[in-house]
């Protein structure tokens, strides 16, 4: 036909010569193919990718044979050297030699598919690995043109385009590896990687210590685990095979999987199903005679109420609190916003400025309090980690910066106006709505201090 690489018109020519290719095998090779339930799955076709399946390497061979005779007879030309077979499997499998036109056709472990990397064993650490190197990737190109661009450090912009560049490509496929987990502390493991990823971008933007805990980061930004995401997807499209009609194909794999994970114990999409909810309260119904639908919204609220608890880090006075946890329990008790709708981080001030005020919110600032924490292992005891301005021997931490510290007294003259019986302790000083002339009296004061 002669079309020009990506011409958007290949998938509907390619569609129509091989729309006879589901009759043409399911009558020359009627017994190939993968049984599910009372269908026979031969072919998976999608744009101009054809995937073969069998439960034999004879039946596969038969099913590569019979579509090389049904291109043959349309002029169509399969490309053996991008064509490769793999076994799925959990234990190691012998090579098995198959052939396609007479050329021998290569056997791979893994095998990339409509972008994502399955391989032989089922393990989704391979699916993974690959989105987090190519997340990388993108990331460093936005960074190069961003900053040949020349456009400052604002954080907000740096925040908007992680979410609308590279969120979507750490998302990519979740629908199949969001939940589902064949070996569970692997497949774990595989997920934490690509969040620390996302939480390393977040305190490269914001300039904070890699040791910030990434809860009161997300709390500050104003954001949700990645993991979220990813289970509302998968929830989402599980609940879209639920809800396709009886007797279509997506339903009948369905009513299989769920057969063979309830019935036969094994480890597919349901399982992983239902032990995630299990994990967050809720029960999936272990029936296999009709696909359940799953309370979407119940469960991601479940799960995101237990991705940000908090511990004990609420019930201590930060400036009482056990050295282990004091980061968080300072966060919690004096930072923390009540209202998720106000952030202190879209504030239209310079991204410089931003970041060290990010910093002083989230303990990664200069005050004695942290410099002396950080001091190395036989730290300064807290107690003699003294505000250098004033003289007056109490601890300089964020509350003898913002209420206590003489010699910043003349700016809070200045900034009367934050001053009053309704903010005097330091969340509600923080939750006031004058939010930039907070931000503009810290930053004075952290000045003041050359810090
Ligand atoms: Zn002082």
Redesign the pocket.
Known sequence: MGLRQGCPLSATLFGLFIDGLHHYLETVVPGAGVQIQHLRLRELVYADDICLMASSPGQLQALIDALASYCATLHLEISVPKTKVMIVANVSTVLVAFTCNGNPVEQVTSFRYLGLHFHQSGAISHVIQPIKAKAGGSWATVQRRHSLLQCGKAINLHLRLLHAILVPVMQYGCEVWGMHSPRVAIANGARSGLQHLYDHYLRTICDLRPSTPRKMMLAELGLLPLQVFWWRQALQFWNSLAALLAGSFYHTVCLDNLTDAFQGGACNMASSLASCLQSVGFDMPRVCDVVPLLDVDGVVESLTVTLQATGDSASFCPRQAPTQGVVSCTYEQWFRPYSARRRYCQLPVSGRRMQRFLQFRLGCHGLPVATGRLAGPGHVDRAQRV?S??H?G?V?DER?LVF????LAPLRVRYASLFTNDTNTMRSFFAQRDHLGVFHYVMDCLDLMHI
Do not use: R
């Open positions: 505000c301005c004033c007056s109490a300089g003898h206590e510290c003489v010699a």
